[in-house]
Antibody, heavy 123, light 112 residues
Framework: EVQLVQSGAEVKKPGESLKMSCEASGYSFTNYWIAWVRQMPGKGLELMGVIYPGFEPQVIYSPSFQGQVTISADKSVSSAYLQWSSLKTSDTAMYYC???????????????WGQGTLVSVSS | DIVLTQSPISLAVSLGERATINCTSSQSLLYSSNNRNSLAWYQQQSGQPPKLLIYWASIRESGVPDRFSGSGSGTDFTLSISSLQAADVAVYYC?????????FGGGTKVEI
């Protein structure tokens, strides 16, 4: 059974750093893209970026998130990560990881989703 | 970036009636390699992560009830729910995977 299990909710102050995780199981981790998707309170879905954790990892950031976050992966523990060096109050949101089947370097749709990690940033 | 515009923003449908959601793309989503359209539909129930319903515009994901169907080609797509059930109350999103960055429509809220 494919599962994506995300780390727990976080309460942070502006300026603090954060690294959240998404642990995959039930499939070959290096054969699928993993995405990070933001959902701000009461709003829609926004793709932050995708990572292909294969032999030569590839990361593609959506333009709005380039330089704002870092996406990484560790094949040894089948996990993907999303991190911030300095959080803002506007980073308050639910963050989902999701798996994407693909054709080589071309990710497609999101077929499995994590349960979400809620981040609250407030002074 | 490809912009997906969903309509309506919300709709109320009686139990057992048909619900129709539209998604219009700013560019054609036809994928020349397989002659299919690079569009997916998701359902997000309150407090839950999204769930994949339809991909390649019309292929139903395994386990999705057959009252859900997707149609359309090029720039205009439709998600139909043939006989609305209480469990179908949710927000529905379309998503294109034709061109990076992958983008979502703004969502359509379906209520009873």
């Amino acid at each position: 059974e494919v599962q994506l299990v995300q780390s727990g909710a976080e309460v942070k102050k502006p300026g603090e750093s954060l690294k959240m995780s998404c642990e995959a199981s039930g499939y070959s981790f290096t054969n699928y893209w993993i995405a990070w998707v933001r959902q701000m309170p009461g709003k829609g879905l926004e793709l932050m970026g995708v990572i292909y954790p294969g032999f030569e990892p590839q990361v593609i950031y959506s333009p709005s998130f380039q330089g704002q976050v870092t996406i990484s992966a560790d094949k040894s523990v089948s996990s993907a990560y999303l991190q911030w060096s300095s959080l803002k109050t506007s980073d308050t949101a639910m963050y989902y990881c999701a798996r994407l089947p693909s054709s080589g370097a071309r990710p497609f749709y999101f077929d499995y989703w994590g349960q979400g990690t809620l981040v609250s940033v407030s002074s | 970036d490809i912009v997906l515009t969903q309509s309506p923003i919300s709709l109320a449908v009686s139990l057992g009636e048909r619900a129709t959601i539209n998604c219009t793309s700013s560019q054609s989503l036809l994928y020349s390699s397989n002659n299919r359209n690079s569009l997916a539909w998701y359902q997000q129930q309150s407090g839950q992560p999204p769930k994949l319903l339809i991909y390649w515009a019309s292929i139903r994901e395994s386990g999705v009830p057959d009252r859900f169907s997707g149609s359309g080609s090029g720039t205009d797509f439709t998600l139909s729910i043939s006989s609305l059930q209480a469990a179908d109350v949710a927000v529905y999103y379309c998503q294109q995977f034709h061109t990076s960055p992958l983008t979502f429509g703004g969502g359509t809220k379906v209520e009873i």
